[in-house]
């Protein structure tokens, strides 16, 4: 008995810890990343269910746990399966671990059963470029299914005013150069230079708003990164305004885990910083994979 214990225990160190776990969901993305040389797209693996948890894959330790060599992925695009892609583990070792969640991707080799999807409006831009096509959302346990059924809409006066007060909050102040690059003066905007560049709607009629002051020529002739009040900024809005975070577009919404609700995951770019941010539990939980590139 004490033997075939021990075999058992020694059976369970060697099998790939999803096997054991019951297979859980892992969240990626299929993109084309940013700054490389070599185009084509790859799959990143961004995060996995850890009990009631996503965790990062964002170093290799939690990516040793969640990734084996041959895995199948759902592609997923506005509620919907796009069609299945296989991946292969190239494996990764670098001297400076702060490059593992900017470089570790799993390379495709399957033929693909869907088509790419154009990045309309050149949304989605990262620190190097604007990718041609955007990020698909791709999952290797669970279903495209949205619960909150997010879709457009459009913002009220009324509610764009309850959130001038939370933007000018978080947005702080904003400056220009109308003579001198390296002479800034403080922009006085009001509501009339707010601009709704996103609005969607869940069946609770919570909404998602982005944000932005309308650019002016002025506001990009100032030497260094402009100031955040530029950037653009997304809401959650119900009986009150969360402040989601600035440089944020949303990659899409699904029930990832199949726990009844529905997550969300943005693309996040920022001076010297990509990566992906997903909510849940609700929106109230959030999960970061983020990455800089010196």
């Known amino acids: 008995m004490i033997r075939l ?15 054991v776990a019951g297979n859980p969901s892992v969240l990626g993305v299929l993109e ?7 185009s084509g797209i790859r799959v990143r693996a961004l995060f996995a269910k850890s009990g009631k948890n996503w965790i ?11 990734l084996i060599t041959k895995m199948e992925w759902i592609v ?28 570790r991707v799993l390379n ?10 154009k990045n309309k409006g050149k949304r989605f831009h990262g620190w190097c470029s604007i990718p041609e096509d955007r990020p698909l959302i791709v999952l290797s346990e669970g279903s495209a299914i949205d619960p909150s059924k997010w879709t457009r809409s459009t913002l009220s006066m009324k509610n764009k005013e309850r959130l001038f007060g939370v933007f000018k909050k978080v947005a702080g102040r904003a400056f220009f150069c109308p ?9 006085q905007y009001t509501l009339k230079s707010i601009e709704v560049l996103d609005c969607l709607k869940d069946k609770d009629g919570r909404q998602l708003v982005t944000l932005r002051l309308r650019p002016i020529k002025e506001s990009e002739t100032c030497d260094g990164p402009p100031d955040t009040a530029w950037d653009q900024h997304t809401f959650l809005l119900s009986e009150g305004a969360t402040y989601l975070g600035a440089g944020l577009e949303l990659v899409g919404s699904g029930d990832f885990d199949g726990d009844g609700q529905s997550e969300l995951l943005f693309w996040h770019s920022g001076y010297n910083e990509d990566g992906y941010l997903l909510f849940s539990s ?5 999960a970061k994979y983020f990455w800089g590139y010196h």
């Open 56 to 66: 990062s894959l964002d170093n290799d330790q939690a990516g040793r746990r969640f």
């Open 76 to 103: 997923i695009y506005e509620g919907k399966k796009l069609g299945s892609i296989e991946t292969t583990d190239p494996g990764f070792s670098t001297e400076y671990p702060w490059t593992y969640s900017r470089d």
């Open 179 to 187: 003579k001198d690059p390296e002479t800034s003066v403080p922009f």
């Open 282 to 286: 609700g929106l109230i939980q959030k």
């Open 108 to 117: 495709p080799i399957s033929s693909h059963s869907f088509s790419s999807v």
């Open 5 to 19: 214990i021990s075999s058992f225990l020694l059976f369970l160190t060697l099998v790939p810890f999803r096997l």
């Open 32 to 38: 084309t990343p940013q700054c490389k040389e070599q």
